[in-house]
């Protein structure tokens, strides 16, 4: 295994590593941009820029486990792609010029994930009961439905995700594929927390907790005491 390189490094190679200039430049109706930010442990290399769907793939390196990856940016859902995760520099270029077509496809609005074909057998892909639900309840806004759901981390899919970008709250519903289970997390200034008000076996009794529950939950959550 190679040995962990020197952030200091890392950041005088990048503007001239061969393996970046060469990447294209559009993709699915992506741009890519220039990187060179540190955020916290993550050192930007590069990223592909949908900001009109609030999307974007980042290719990083992470000072907390000395590891090249590409992070997806989903909303306010953001996630590492552990398929393409190494601390060779020279494996990561050569891996992601050879995906990075289906990394950012994969990132796309209207793209249905690697596990499609279980979700239609769970009756996800063709549930149609979040039509009937509000685009907008309070500050919140529907940003990802059943039709076009999001392959998550930990074997989970998003199915349903209300938003408010300003704030940084979320109510985000998911299907585990493994346990078989629906359940819901939120953030709260951008905190995520666990909670248990959504959690159902199957997607009728799902359908009856979101009905009975879905306003007030997000006008409570957006509630700042104000």
């Not at 061969?18 to 430049?25: A, I, R, T």
């Not at 149609?128 to 529907?142: A, Q």
Request: glycine share 6%; no cysteine.
């Amino acid at each position: 295994m190679p040995k962990p390189e020197d952030i200091e490094v890392i950041i005088k190679r990048r503007p001239d590593w061969e393996f970046l200039q060469e990447l294209p430049k559009e993709l699915h109706g992506f741009s890519f941009e220039e990187g060179g930010q540190l955020k916290g442990h993550e050192f930007v290399l590069g990223s592909y820029v949908n900001e009109e769907a609030r999307r974007r793939l980042e290719l990083i390196y992470t000072k907390e486990t000395f590891d090249y990856v590409p992070v997806r940016q989903v909303g306010l859902l953001r996630y590492r792609d552990f398929r393409y995760i190494t601390r060779d520099k020279d494996v990561f270029a050569e891996w992601i010029t050879g995906a990075i077509d289906r990394l950012v496809e994969e990132t796309v609005p209207t793209y249905i994930p690697r596990s499609g074909h279980l979700l239609k057998d769970k009756g996800i892909l063709d549930w149609h009961f979040p039509d009937t639900l509000p685009e907008r309840i309070g500050n919140f806004v529907k940003f990802i439905g059943p039709k076009y759901p999001l392959d998550f981390i930990n074997n989970a899919t998003v199915i349903l995700d209300y938003v408010d970008f300003d704030a940084g709250n979320e109510l985000v519903v998911l299907f585990n594929r493994v346990r078989n289970e629906f359940y819901a997390e939120n953030k709260k200034h951008l905190i995520p927390n666990t909670i248990h008000e959504f959690d159902a076996k199957n997607l009728e009794d799902l359908e009856v907790l979101l009905a009975e529950s879905l306003e007030p939950y997000l006008l409570d959550l957006g509630n700042d005491g104000k």
